[in-house]
């Protein structure tokens, strides 16, 4: 498990962190999202010890994380913008992580070499963008971690690329029962790989729950009035729009819940309809407020 408790952290006067607590069940693929200058990258150069706590605690699997070699050992991770020294090959960087992952795998390494299909005595600085996502991902997989933290993972691969390295992953954590905290904006994707979901903003952790839940939490309804009457004012909505002369709702409550209390004003349709990942994120993070704005010029 993966535990963040009451963390702060400043930086000359600012509050990157103001007490955000977090919890990764273990073997499970935790999605953290927020908006931009969220803290979404500070909590995670906090889990790979590169920050450490003004106050509160960084834990994973039961052990401080700050100066913990033992277990960073245990512990991959893919940065949004991934270091690699300026002359080495992929081979090069291969020793160097094997130097430092006692569980590194060559057998792996050799089995993803031809799953990524890149040479492995080219220099990494002159490979493009996404081919050089692929390096990162051929040699964190071959470390064989016990935990895998990623941010913005998947940002340069191509559709195809995507979907091979999150079969990958997928396949650790159901044969390895590798724990996984994935930061991404693209929340579609996190959508079909996540289990459990953090929403972050202004440095605190608003909301986590399993995906599931959060989408039993909150739904879209749409509904056709008699009459034309408009929405009635008592209804718990957190956002309205129409197109003729469907209302669409967006609710805090289950689809059941949301239909009998729409019930009551003998509308000629009803339908909820699933939200996505994105719409809850928008919504939880303050409604129509937080929603795209129309501006006029």
């Not at 020793?95 to 990494?124: A, H, N, T």
């Not at 994105?278 to 929603?291: M, Q, R, S, T, V």
Request: with cysteine; glycine share 8%.
């Amino acid at each position: 498990m993966i535990e963040v408790k009451n963390v702060v952290k400043r930086f000359d006067g600012f509050t990157a962190l103001d007490g955000a607590s977090l919890s990764v069940p273990t073997g499970s693929v935790y999605g953290l999202v927020g908006p931009n200058g969220a803290g979404k990258s500070t909590i995670i150069r906090h889990l790979t010890g590169i920050y450490r706590q003004d106050e509160g605690s960084v834990a994973i699997g039961g052990e401080d994380v700050w100066e913990n070699a033992g277990l960073k050992a245990r512990v991959a991770a893919i940065p949004d913008d991934w270091y690699y020294f300026l002359q080495s090959t992929v081979r090069d960087m291969m020793r160097f992580y094997k130097g430092f992952y006692p569980r590194f795998s060559m057998e792996r390494y050799e089995k993803l070499k031809e799953v990524f299909s890149i040479d492995e005595k080219r220099v990494i600085r002159r490979l493009s963008k996404g081919m050089q996502k692929q390096v990162a991902f051929w040699l964190a997989l071959s470390c064989m971690p016990d935990y895998l933290i990623l941010d913005e993972p998947v940002d340069g691969l191509d559709p195809v690329m995507r979907r091979q390295v999150w079969s990958l992953v997928m396949g650790d954590v159901a044969e390895r029962g590798t724990t996984v905290l994935v930061s991404s904006h693209n929340l579609r994707e996190l959508e079909d790989v996540c289990d459990h979901v953090g929403i972050m903003d202004r440095g605190k952790v608003l909301l986590e729950r399993s995906l599931a839940q959060l989408q039993d939490n909150m739904v879209k309804m749409q509904v056709v009035f008699r009459d034309g009457q408009e929405v009635p004012a008592d209804l718990p909505v957190l956002h309205v729009s129409r197109v003729g002369r469907i209302h669409t709702l967006i609710m805090r409550m289950n689809a059941q819940e949301a239909a009998a209390r729409l019930a009551v004003y003998d509308p000629m349709l009803v339908d909820a309809v699933p939200l996505t990942l994105e719409e809850i994120f928008i919504y939880e993070l303050g409604g129509a407020d937080y929603a795209v704005k129309d501006i006029v010029l």
